[in-house]
């Protein structure tokens, strides 16, 4: 869910660039392999706001409970 929340609210989380070098063990395991030579890419270093973050984990959760809920009550 903190994956999707990058995506959907950049605001909240500060950038960093790194250097990645990944490999075909890494990319099967979802490992990063931070290096010296590679590619660049830009990972979220610091939560910038985290009672806005929290906030929108839970709704979500809140969220996905509900709909259980009601999935279950038409079953």
């Known amino acids: 869910m903190a994956a999707a929340l ?7 989380f500060s950038d960093e660039k790194v250097i990645i070098d990944p ?3 890494s990319l099967k395991t979802g490992d990063i392999n931070v290096a ?5 890419s830009s ?3 610091n939560i910038n706001d985290v009672e806005k973050f929290n ?5 979500a959760f809140d969220r996905l409970q509900l709909e259980l809920l009601e999935k279950a009550a038409l079953e």
């Open 6 to 12: 990058i995506i959907t609210h950049p605001e909240l």
């Open 23 to 25: 490999t075909r063990d």
């Open 36 to 40: 010296k030579l590679g590619k660049t």
């Open 43 to 45: 990972m979220p270093s």
């Open 55 to 59: 906030g929108l984990i839970f709704e």
